[in-house]
């Protein structure tokens, strides 16, 4: 039996392409890459690849993903979406894996033009050329409309039963979930966090002062986040999970009756910061009496920063 990997972001699209290839009796590895960015997988991830039959893997490249986030050769697209970049990368990284698969191409839920940026003709071309995967890039829902690919040349998949779809029109690949049988289908793309402008106004803070690691920006995902100095940015914890994940990261500043928000310091802090901040867990807490507790517990009377140095420091 032949056996593709495809790449799969947990959207419609990626789903879509792989059923399509499936139903041509192929073999298909899903590979879900963790960029750090992206949901991990999910529940509902499982159950379609119970439904129709193909394998999912996790496979991390957040470390390498940053550092083309840092300084993408492709640019961003409208926020900052490496798309041109990521992709570039995750063909490698697929390429990699396809012999330890023993599989013979990388399929894509790509869809011609469906993007402004990356989809484009030409794009798609040079992607496949930087990923050094010419003609091993099958992609179903607009192969028609594409030149064919070595494995529909050789026979392995019929370019016959694949399909033409163009732009960002999304009635084709509503119509082919009903005709699949999925009930409730998913987004169009896998939701990447680096499409949201707010999400993308604090990874720019963290570029901008040279913090951006794996570490910082899983953090970008809990609490409220303030600029309270050059070199030292605070995280506010919204409830009483994110104060728990704060606290085991080595959050020192909290109100003393713990009734209120965990403050998490990150980078090189000052004496100064440390009052900032505690005047941050103040106004939030309501409370005046706020533990420093560095290393011993000392608890320190605070007046609540202003709304307006609140609104200053938001980042
Ligand atoms: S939207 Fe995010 S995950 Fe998708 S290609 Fe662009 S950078 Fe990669």
Known sequence: MHRAIALYSGGLDSLLSIIIVIQQGIEVIAIKFLTGFTSPLKESDLEYARQFGFEIKEINIKEKFIEILKNPAHGYGK????????????????????SEFNASFVI???????????????ILKLIEKQATLKDLILRPLSAKILPPTKPEIQGVVNRELLYDIYGRTRKPQIDLAKKFGIEKPPQPAGGCLLTDPSFC???KDLMQHDELTVENVELLKIGRH???????????????????????KGAFIYPSDMKGPVVFLIGQYSAKDIDTAASICAFYSKRKEVVIKLPQEKIKIYDATTKEEIVKYRV
């Open 226 to 248: 303030f600029r309270i100095s050059e070199k030292c940015k605070a995280i506010v914890g919204r409830d009483e999970e994110e104060n728990k994940i704060l606290l085991s």
């Open 79 to 98: 926020n900052l979406n490496p798309c041109i970049d990521c992709k570039i990368l995750m063909l490698k990284e697929a390429k990699e894996k396809l």
């Open 108 to 122: 894509t839920g790509e869809v011609l033009s469906q993007r402004p940026m990356s989809q484009k003709r030409e």
């Open 201 to 203: 106004r604090r990874v």
